[in-house]
């Protein structure tokens, strides 16, 4: 079962920050948060992870609240291309695998 | 540095026919997962092999099997194949298990129709 939950559907304008928020409320203190998105039937791209404290990369920054039982995701100035499926998931960062549990996402529009 | 690539991209069987589709992951990586997405499912997790061997799999009936190369490739077949079974399906690669920190790296994924 998945381990977070995630609005249904967002928009936002074109150029304005997109606010994409997950709970995760269970989440252990050894797993992390990663974001994933899907533009429509490609492969997963991965965009941010992060543990505890907030990250940025060239895509967008991941900022993790201090109980960690939430983290909001953040285009900064959010283009057409940017209209995907946002999946936040929760991995364990040791131990046995690499699976990924996927929820049903986030689906993002951006207008023009 | 190569992405992951999956073969075929696309792909129509009859029912009862089996199929195989390839996986080949980001050089270096020797971890591959596969998923399976359809528009009620959802994404969701087959199984993930690490070295050759299986190391987590997936609540799917044994038709659905794969194997992991020594170079690293993976291959999964699903047998006597069912209408249910049309998806798309994705193969991630990362370095291995017990990495949390880095991303997994996922394919374009095979698209198969079963009619």
């Known amino acids: 079962d998945a381990k977070t939950t995630q609005p249904p559907s967002m928009d936002c304008a074109e150029g304005r920050a997109a606010n994409l928020p997950c709970n995760h409320s269970?989440?252990?203190?050894?797993?992390?948060v990663y974001w994933y998105r899907q533009i429509h039937s490609q492969g997963p791209q991965y965009i941010i992870h992060?543990?505890?404290n907030n990250e940025t990369n060239e895509m967008a920054s991941l900022i993790i609240t201090e109980d960690r039982k939430s983290s909001t995701l953040i285009l900064p100035h959010a283009t057409l291309r940017d209209t995907a499926v946002y999946y936040c998931?929760?991995?364990?960062?040791?131990?046995?695998?690499?699976?990924?549990?996927f929820g049903t996402g986030t689906r993002l529009q951006v207008f023009p | 540095k190569a992405g992951v690539t999956q073969t075929p991209r696309y792909l129509i069987k009859t029912r009862g026919q089996q199929v195989t589709l390839s996986c080949s992951p980001i050089?270096?990586?020797?971890?591959v997962s596969w998923y399976q997405q359809t528009p009620g499912q959802g994404l969701q997790f087959l199984f993930e092999?690490?070295?050759?061997?299986?190391?987590n799999k997936g609540n799917f009936p044994g038709r659905f099997s794969g194997r992991q190369f020594s170079n690293s490739r993976s291959e999964m077949n699903v047998s006597t194949l069912e209408l249910g079974d049309s998806a798309l399906y994705l193969c991630?690669?990362?370095?291995?298990?017990?990495?949390?920190?880095?991303?997994?790296?996922f394919g374009q994924g095979t698209r198969l129709t079963v009619v």
């Open positions: 991630a690669s990362s370095p291995g298990p017990g990495q949390g920190g880095t991303e997994a790296f």
């Open positions: 092999y690490f070295s050759e061997t299986q190391r």
């Open positions: 269970t989440i252990s203190g050894n797993e992390y």
């Open positions: 992060g543990l505890k």
């Open positions: 050089s270096g990586h020797r971890s």
């Open positions: 998931i929760v991995r364990v960062a040791s131990g046995w695998t690499d699976k990924l549990i």
